[in-house]
């Protein structure tokens, strides 16, 4: 029950689909999606493969209550071995795909080898096969879902795909399904593309069961009473969206300006949640048309934007001239704030590109932030970017290298390197603003101390999903603790992280825990799943996950070594806000941080620790 | 008094919370494939619109059933599909302008909306009230109240 017990295994060389039971023995350790998935992923694939070698596999898999009513319950992620980083990579997605993957019956998808030519593989309930894709290849996202939905005549299937940045290597290139929602980070969809599989198409109408529908009801009413009665979850996400965050971070000095140089943004309040429903002067509209939500979300962040169509951006373009999927905080940030361009409409765009070739705004914004600090330098000439005038503040340029970016095309494919390959490769390793060469998002690490030893020891590089203690330093969620002092952050850290793991393995959307804690998820799930779960059951499920990614990671060849900051955040202190004067204090949260993780002073979990966790 | 569903399309987000409750409520399982409520996403507007059966008062699925499996709830008002007498003949899906009456292969009957004895189970879960249970007569009170409010009638009384 809530799990469906059924795993489709796909082999892309041999072209063949096959079933297999779950492991519920595994499943009772590690609950599902993020956990399970990597539970087959390190049990299947060699540590040191090549992430974009045929070795490499990628799991698409859902969580036990994926495609039920509990609020956010449509989530899937994507398992493989990053190809940004080489690190393990679990990404997150939600709209519409994960539910009917669940609906038409599986819990995972394995996919594994690489097929010689492009295909698709199209589920229809129980019946799996791969199609050749070769009319699709070199098509974006958005032509991909359209085509396929007509070819098949039909409507209901859900598709994720890649977009052209995937199929050409670009290294942060995502899985993105119905039309604007990606499993994002880490490049995910560069190992699909790598595997010369184009898209995922679904349907799905058998129906998800769970074990007791009544208590069922009972606990998933209750959650979504707790989430409609919270300020954040309630009033504040589904009226502005994530972007509620800019003026706020920007405020306590902690908004990464062009390349970290800065930590407060001139412009933040230029394309800020606020500006996105003020009305323009010129067209009398607002850039947000409405919000949205994903598959049984009670939430409605989700931004749908229209740009003015008159904007440089897409005049004479009417297929941008639509509503879609608008921005949230970190693409806001990544393209604005990183960059120095303060234009929202431009942003928009960058967005919408984003979102119909594939690839990550996160890393994407990162690094063309430090390919301009190349350039303001002298480092990078005009030549080499192919005539664009790549300097911080330039709208132009923004849009110019989005485009190329998507394409994989000119100065875009170098940009599709990632910032740590760019840096390295023109000489300056240090201006990349990356940890284990994942890009950070939008919370600079001066300013929110916890944030850098989040970012610091994340198992998939720098990234807030891990442990978004922003929550409590910033927001005062659970309790609010100081965002300037690195003492106590270890432990709060730990917590974060090893309760975002349970929530990732369970299909329900992160954002519910500004409002939910572990208690609130435990009944929910409890009256799903076979057995017993309690709020401290998957409390170390979460760490248990934990574990078995750092595990992964250090067979990968990673060491205590690589839980580190660029010399930036620890040796430049900020230069005004708040934090103005300090660095980030790793050295004094990561002894204490191994210790609270029952790892050696090295970084590496003790047997004691891996046998307490049965890892 | 009987009461209808009333739909405000502006209010939804999309998130099918009311397709999983009524295909829980008449499927035993969540299957949005399966609702008797859709809600329709217009991509390039930005739009969510929930679409259902309005029981028509001289329902053309009711008429056109050569069998007499629809019949009217009269606590409702809901024209309701008796199982045991359909034949999955579909003369009512053609019949229906809205489309809001459809086959189900699983069973050989057609299915739509019966308002769940009175109790709508997707007004209930609805989390925006975009779907709401109010009295037949007076559906658009909500819209003549807002159109009233930006009237200036009346407005002297207040100096
Ligand atoms: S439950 Fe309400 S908000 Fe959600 S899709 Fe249905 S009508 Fe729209």
Known sequence: MAWTGKILRVDLGTGTCASEPLNMEWAQNYLGQRGLATKYYVEECDPKVDPLSPDNKMIMTTGPLTGTCASTAGRYSVVTKGALTGAIACSNSGGFFGNEMKNAGWDMIIFEGKSANPVYLLVENDNARLLDASEFWGTSVWDTEEGIKKKHNDPHIRVASIGLSGERGVKFACVVNDMDRAAGRSGVGTVMGSKNLKAVAIRGTQGVRVKDFAAFRAATDAGKAVLAENAVTGQGLPAYGTQVLMNVINEVGALPTRNHLDVQFEGAGDISAEKMVEKRQSDGKANLITNAACFACTIGCGRVSQIERTHFTVKDRPEYQGAKGGLEYEAAWALGAATGVGDLDTLTFANFICNEQGFDPISFGATVGAAMELYETGVITKEQTGGIELKFGSAEALAEVTELTGRGEGFGAEIGLGSKLLCEKYGHPELSMSVKGQEFPAYDSRGIQGMGLTYATSNRGACHLRSYTVASEILGIPEKTDPLVADGKAGLVKAFQDATAAFDSSGLCIFTSFAWTLEDVAPQIDAACDGEWSAERLLEVGERVWNLERQFNLAAGFTGKDDNLPARLLKDAAKAGPAKGLTNQLDKMLPEYYEVRGWTPDGVPTNETLSRLGV | ?159
């Open chain 2, 1 to 159: 008094m009987q009461r209808s569903l009333s739909i405000e399309p502006e209010k939804c987000t999309g998130c099918l919370q009311c397709e999983l409750a009524c295909s829980l409520d008449n499927e035993g399982a969540f299957n949005p494939s399966k609702s008797r409520i859709r809600v329709f996403k217009f991509e390039d507007e930005g739009r969510f619109v929930p679409y259902t059966c309005t029981q028509c008062a001289e329902a053309w699925c009711l008429k056109a059933c050569p069998v007499d499996a629809i019949s009217l709830d009269p606590e409702t008002g809901a024209k309701v599909v008796s199982d045991a007498l359909c034949v999955g003949c579909k003369v009512c899906t053609i019949a229906c302008p809205f489309g809001t009456i459809n086959y189900n292969q699983d069973t050989g009957k057609v299915i739509k909306c019966d308002l769940c004895e009175g109790e709508p189970e997707c007004a209930t879960a609805c989390p925006t009230d975009a779907i709401t249970y109010i009295d037949a007569n007076w559906t658009g009170l909500e819209r003549m109240r807002a159109w009233a409010q930006r009237t200036d009638a009346g407005a002297g009384a207040a100096e």
